[in-house]
């Protein structure tokens, strides 16, 4: 499977980005999907997870309230909206699919996309 991240890019503090990852490869709608990013000097941690129809999500406690994880099978698309953004929310981030419902680790990476948050 191919993954592919975007959307990411530069925005001030309190503000919103809508990340999206195009995959390729394989039947979408069978995998579940996550989203994860690794901030600079840090490892890589889990962000949000969603089922393989859509219906279920969760999410890492830092990012609950103010991202939410969707996907369009159709589309074979997965999309992270962010709202109110910190700065500590500074990192490249990466979709992955999961190999169970409630998985907080990857089975395949697709490429990044950095998200930088000014103060």
């Known amino acids: 499977v191919q993954l592919q991240a975007s959307g990411g890019g530069l925005v001030q503090a309190g503000g919103s980005l809508r990340l999206s990852c195009a995959a390729a490869g394989r039947s979408f709608s069978l995998d579940n999907m996550g989203w994860f990013r690794q901030p600079p000097g840090k490892e890589r941690e889990f962000v949000a997870g969603?089922?393989?129809?859509?219906?279920?999500?969760y999410y890492e406690d830092a990012m609950e309230g103010r991202f939410t994880i969707s996907r369009d099978n159709a589309k074979k698309m997965v999309h992270l909206q962010m709202n109110s953004l910190k700065p500590e929310d500074t990192a490249v981030y990466y979709c992955?699919?999961?190999?169970?419902?409630?998985?907080?680790?990857?089975?395949?990476w697709g490429q990044g996309t950095l998200v930088t948050v000014s103060s």
């Open positions: 992955a699919t999961l190999s169970y419902y409630g998985s907080r680790s990857a089975d395949y």
């Open positions: 969603i089922s393989r129809d859509g219906g279920s999500t």
